[in-house]
């Protein structure tokens, strides 16, 4: 089966019968100017990602320092000051 293309306005036009044919296994390319620009497809032609929690990728463990060293406020001066 091949491709519908439709422009944006047309999309925004008739959005919800465009859904229908692509829920009923259709596919249809966007265009913008002639150039296809995207594509919308079933959901169940797309391979679900695994969720993953980019907060946690984020958090690091808290970084302790030596006992004697100076504290975190003159580290950070003395990096500035390096500069």
């Known amino acids: 089966m091949s491709a519908k293309s439709c422009s944006i306005a ?5 959005l919800s019968s465009i859904i ?3 829920a009923g ?7 913008d100017h002639n150039k296809a620009v ?3 497809v ?3 032609r797309v391979p679900m990602l695994p969720h993953v929690d980019v907060a946690a990728l984020f958090e690091a463990p808290p970084v302790k320092l030596r006992p004697g ?3 975190s406020a003159k580290l950070v001066r003395s990096i ?4």
């Open 10 to 14: 047309k999309l925004k036009a008739g």
């Open 20 to 22: 229908g044919e692509v």
């Open 25 to 31: 296994g259709g596919e249809i390319v966007i265009t």
């Open 38 to 40: 995207a594509r919308i």
């Open 42 to 44: 079933p959901v169940s």
């Open 69 to 71: 060293s100076p504290g």
């Open 80 to 83: 500035r000051d390096d500069e």
